[in-house]
C-alpha cells in the first residue's frame, strides 16, 4: 500500500485515476481548489480531500505531507492569459513542496510529439516535465499523443467530425502520424507507477500499438461505428486558428479547447522508445489497438457508464463563483427572475424531469432560442449547448449540462446551475420541489449579477424574452411531469 496524492481529481484523466489506485489497495488523498466537486463522486468518502491551489507553497506543502508518490495532472487549457508562466510556476511550487514533503516519487502525464516546431500548449507540457526531472525528488514523465476513451476531448473530436461529415475539407493535420493511446492503457502505466521499486528519473514514451493519421483514426473511428466510409479531402489553407473555430462549430468542444488539440495534431507524435515496458511490462494480450480503443469507447458510450468527460475539468474563462448567500451581494445588483407552478405530479416525478432536463431532453421552452444562444456562445469561443451531459439520468455536482455546471444537487428538492456560456456578469438557473399541504409545486428562479454597464443593458434587453423563455419551463415541466406520474 503507497500513500498517493492525485491532482486534477475532478478531470478527466484524475477522475478515472482515483478509483484505479483505490482498487489497486493504495491510499488517495486529493489535492482540489474546490472540494465541493467531488462531494457526489462514488468513490469520494474513500478518499482524503486536501484543499489547496497548486501555485500556492503553504497549501501545496501541507497537502503533500505523508505522501509517498504525487500525481500531477494539472494543466491549463485555454488560449488566453499567460497560460505558460501560471503552468511553469504552478510546477516550480509544486517541486519544491514534494521536496519539502520528503516524496519520493512524482509522476507527471505530459504531451508527446516527436517533430520540431510543436505547439504552445505542448512546449508548454515538455516544460513542466524538465522542471519535475530536474528538481531533486525522483520523477517520471509519461508523454502521450492522442487518448481514446469514452468523454474524452480528443475522442469527442474524432467521434463528431467523424459522424457529422461523411465529406470532410480537412487542413493538412489530418496527414500528420501519430500513435494513438487507449485511456485504459494510460491509467494502467499511471496506476503501476505507485509500485515500481527504485529511483526512477526520465521520460517516457507511451503509445498504442497503431501508429496513424488522423485520416486514418477518422476512417477507422467510422468503420467501427458501422458507418459508411469518409471522404477527406485536405485542404492546406485552413490555419490552426480557423480549423478550431470550425471544429468548435461541428463539435461539442469549443475553440478554446480545440485550438491546443489542433495545434498539437499538426506535428508528428510517434513514440521513439518503449523502455517503459522494463518497468511496467506489456500485458499479455499486448496494448490495446486503435481500433479496439474505439470500440470500447463506444460501448461505455452506449451503456451510459461514462465515469468522466473531457468537461468534468473547469471550462477555460469560465466563472467560478458560487451562487452568494448574501441576496444583494454585498450591495451589489443581483437580478431574480422568480416562477412557480403547482403540478399535478408527484414529487418524484417531478423531480425526474428536473434532473434529466438539458441535453437531448432539452430546456422545455422555444428551442430555437436556446439553439440560438448556445450558437452565439460558441461563435464567441463558448462552449455552447452540444457538450450535453455526462448521463441522461442523472447528475453530480461538478457534472456539465449544455452551458451549464452544477453547482448543487439535493435530490428531490433542488438543482442549481452555474452558467458558463459568454455573459457580461455571472447567472445561475435553479430548479426546486416543494411539496407542502399535499401540494407539489415547481420553483425555479433565474439569477444574475451584472458586470458593468454592459451587464445592466445585457439583462435589460433580455427581458422581454424571458416571459418566452423562462415563462414556459414551469409549463412544459409540470406537463412532462403529470405524464410521468400517470404512467
Known sequence: ?????????????????????????????????????????????????????????GQTREALEGIEVAYYLIHTMGTSGDFTEGDRRAAHTFAAAAGQAGVRRIVYLGGLASGGGTSPHLRSRTEVGE???????????????????????????????????????????????????AIRDVLRYLTGWASVPGVVNRAFDIGGPDVLTYADMMRGYAAEAGLPRRVIIPLPMLTPGLSSLWVGLVTPVPAGIARPLVESLRN???????????????????????????????????????????SSASTPGAPSDPLPTDPGWAGGSLYIDKRSRPVEADPDALWQ???????????YSLPVAWWTRGFLDRLAGGVGL???????DRLRVGDSVDFWRVE???PGRLLRLRAEMRL?????????????????????????????????????????????????????????????SSR
Do not use: N
Open 1 to 57: 500500500m503507497v500513500r498517493c496524492l492525485v491532482t486534477g481529481a475532478t478531470g478527466y484523466i484524475g477522475g478515472r485515476l482515483v478509483p484505479e489506485l483505490l482498487a489497486a489497495g493504495h491510499d488517495v488523498r486529493c489535492m482540489v481548489r474546490s472540494p465541493g466537486r467531488l462531494r457526489d463522486l462514488p468513490w469520494a468518502e474513500r478518499t482524503e480531500i486536501a484543499q489547496a491551489d497548486a501555485s500556492d507553497p
Open 131 to 181: 522542471i519535475f526531472l530536474r528538481y531533486g525528488v525522483p520523477a517520471v514523465v509519461l508523454r502521450a499523443a492522442v487518448i481514446i476513451g469514452s468523454g474524452s476531448a480528443s475522442f469527442e473530436m474524432l467521434r463528431h467530425l467523424t459522424e457529422r461529415l461523411p465529406v470532410m475539407t480537412t487542413p493538412r493535420w489530418v496527414r500528420s502520424r501519430t500513435q494513438p493511446i
Open 268 to 310: 508528428e507524435a510517434v513514440c521513439g522508445e518503449h523502455d517503459i515496458a522494463h518497468h511496467i511490462p506489456d500485458p499479455a494480450g499486448g496494448l490495446i489497438g486503435f481500433r479496439r480503443a474505439v470500440s470500447l469507447a463506444l460501448m461505455k458510450i452506449k451503456e451510459a457508464d461514462v465515469a468522466t468527460r473531457w
Open 353 to 363: 424531469i428536473i434532473e434529466g432536463i438539458g441535453g437531448e431532453r432539452g430546456w
Open 386 to 392: 452540444r457538450r450535453g451531459r455526462r448521463d441522461a
Open 408 to 410: 448543487e444537487v439535493v
Open 424 to 484: 457580461p456578469g455571472l447567472a445561475w438557473l435553479e430548479l426546486g420541489v416543494v411539496h407542502a399541504y399535499g401540494r407539489t409545486v415547481y420553483t425555479q428562479r433565474a439569477i444574475f449579477h451584472p458586470r458593468g454597464l454592459l451587464g445592466h443593458l445585457y439583462w435589460r434587453a433580455l427581458s422581454p424574452f424571458h416571459g418566452l423563455i423562462f415563462g414556459q419551463i414551469p409549463i412544459q415541466v409540470a406537463r412532462a411531469a403529470a405524464q410521468t
